[in-house]
């Protein structure tokens, strides 16, 4: 495994915007005259702050964005829904630079916000905006990730540490993102060992971290010694849940590192670059060059990897794996399936 790809991603406490994500520049907007006038502006999600995901990795890159380009950080959090059209406007009406906006729940509200607003630019994050005609916005600039390709790196791991033939995923809700974790994960798994079962359930929500506990508890006793925690801010049950088993028990967590929550039982982490993709949608408005559309984040633009924090623990076997895989997927030679007929067919081939 190569250095670059060791130290990409940091833990959410040392993520600097830094990261350069390799994407081609249009023409774009004029850039703003003063960075004084800069605001760069956020609205969450429903779960809000203190996730240690993407609503804390966005406002990680809207903070370094005025850090780096002058002007100032503006957090607009949201606790349903319904307040996602008003939070987005808001921040258009503060005078907003760029405004981002986090999650696929909140597509069809920046959707909106962005045709009433034609003359703002916003960034989305896990989804993509389009107009009635199913074109992607021109005043939005699209982030989505290749989850499953970072997953996948995350199964392997997990296969490779259990003599088990029973995982665990437990997501919040069915959305793309977190179905892209899955399929690459399950894929993982089944790479190293195609007689791994995947016990899978959603939460219902990113906010309840007793009922994640409570599917956490159920598949580990299961015969699972290991689950993926796609389950937002609720995904502190799954680590309170194998902490409270003890040892043997692990957590593979995602968007951050996240051994924080149970050091003795976390695996690793299929993180994302968030906090770099916002800086660089900013940054790109600032030098003039912003442009809308759909931006594809993955292992070729060094974007998702696996949690640098611990990779020194797996053992070199494990690494070897890793980096054979990854070898595979940047050259092409293996792809990695983002939705459960990709993975079938994956499956298919793989036997």
Partial sequence: MSKSFNTRIAPLSRMMSTSVIA??????????AFAQDYVWSMVTNQAGLGD?????LAKLGVENSAAELGGKPLVIQSSNQSQFVPNLQQAVDSGSTVTTGVGFGIRDALTEVAIANPDARFTLIDAVAVDKDKNPLPNVASVTFREHEAAFLAGIVAAMSTDKTRAGFIGGMETPPVIRFLSGFEAGLHYVNPDIEVSVAFVGSFTEPAKAKEL???????????ILDVAGGGGRGIFDAAKGLGKGNWVIGVDTCKGQFAPDNFLTSAVKDVAGAVVYENKAAADGTFKGGTVSLGLAEK???????NLDTLSPE?????????????????VVPANEEELQSFKSMSK
Avoid: H, R, W
């Fill in 216 to 226: 956490a508890l159920g598949i580990y006793d299961l015969g699972a010694d290991v």
């Fill in 303 to 309: 974007a998702v990897g696996l949690c640098a924090d």
């Fill in 52 to 56: 240690q995901g993407f609503n804390d």
């Fill in 23 to 32: 994407i081609a520049l249009g023409l774009g907007t004029p850039a703003i």
């Fill in 318 to 334: 494990i690494m070897a794996k890793v980096e054979a895989a990854t070898a595979a997927i940047l050259d092409g030679s293996m």
